[in-house]
């Protein structure tokens, strides 16, 4: 096939792609109601224990994923978390936000069965990145509020453009080798608009959707940390991959040497800061594992 064609039915993919999320009658992917409802009462100062306890008792599978997340090492610590009330009570709102969200997520809010394997690898990665993100915060003395969700979410664009296919092309969509380099090309821009439609809070729009690019703004070191945790993802065989072809799967989300140098600098982390993340990094997985 000559050069010019390809091109040009790569440029309609791209435009077809974008054109699902730009409609406004596009529906994206539901979030669970309980989710949001509880990410509305933990950005207020007066969020009530019990009020988020009656949150997640609405929604019985949500609560039973929540628990389930609280009551593995790495949240439990020494004593177990038997009910909700005592896991709002000991890990605080916040967090319990951060929990319900990536029991939220992990639940399937994205079921492409074409697509299954690599989904289920850009999902593992944006866990890992969001744990990483965590700890990159501690170690850079940033206030990490939403940071989690920011890694958490920052490539659901992945997901959510593999879903569009379904949408825009049905049984004639091409092969994942075929739409790989487009849906890469694409993801961030999706990203941004699936948490715009999403109604999530305009910090974590501005960094999940603009996760590729530098920021200057007051969510600029949480960017950073997000972008140096998606890259040091790698080191556990956790980065985003496409489909195999010649037996290699084909890579995702790269960021640049420069970019990672300045996220580095921006949060005030030298080499030995990074290697200090890594190693906690590295004794947390285990328990990311049992998530």
């Known amino acids: 096939m000559p050069n010019a064609l390809v091109d040009l039915i ?12 730009d409609n406004p ?15 509305g009462v933990a950005e207020r100062d007066d969020a009530d224990v019990d009020e988020i306890v009656q949150l997640l008792e609405r929604d019985q599978m949500l609560a039973g994923s929540v628990l389930r997340l609280v009551s593995s090492p790495i949240y439990a610590g020494r004593a177990p978390i038997r009910s909700l009330k005592a896991a709002v009570l000991r890990l605080g709102v916040r967090v319990i936000r951060d929990v319900v969200f ?3 997520i992990a639940r399937g809010v994205f079921q492409v069965n074409e697509y299954t394997d690599t989904i289920a690898l850009v999902a593992r990665h944006s866990t890992v990145t969001a744990y990483i993100t965590r700890i990159v915060c501690r170690r850079a003395s940033i206030d ?3 940071a989690f969700i920011c890694g958490l979410l920052h490539d659901v664009g992945f997901a959510g453009l593999l879903l569009a296919v379904k949408h825009v092309e049905g049984s ?22 699936l948490v715009e439609r999403w109604g ?45 072809v010649d037996g290699e799967r084909l890579p995702g989300d790269t960021i640049p040497a420069f970019d990672l140098e300045t996220a580095a600098a921006e949060l005030g982390l030298d080499d030995a800061a990074v290697k200090h993340v890594l190693t906690e990094a590295e004794r947390t997985l285990p328990d990311i594992a049992l998530l």
């Open 10 to 21: 790569a440029e309609k993919l791209r435009t077809d792609l974008l054109s699902v999320f």
């Open 25 to 39: 009658a596009y529906r994206p992917p539901v979030l669970p109601t309980v989710a949001l409802d509880i990410m």
């Open 102 to 104: 990536e029991a939220a």
């Open 144 to 146: 990490a509020d939403l």
């Open 172 to 193: 004639s969509a091409p092969s994942l080798t075929v739409l790989w380099p487009h849906v890469d090309e694409l993801h961030e821009r999706a990203s941004l608009l």
């Open 200 to 244: 999530l809070p305009r910090d974590v729009v501005e960094v999940v959707g603009h996760h590729h690019h530098l920021h200057t703004g007051p969510m600029a070191r949480v960017a950073a940390a997000v972008r140096l945790a998606d890259h040091l993802t790698q080191y556990f065989d956790c980065s985003v991959r496409g489909p195999k």
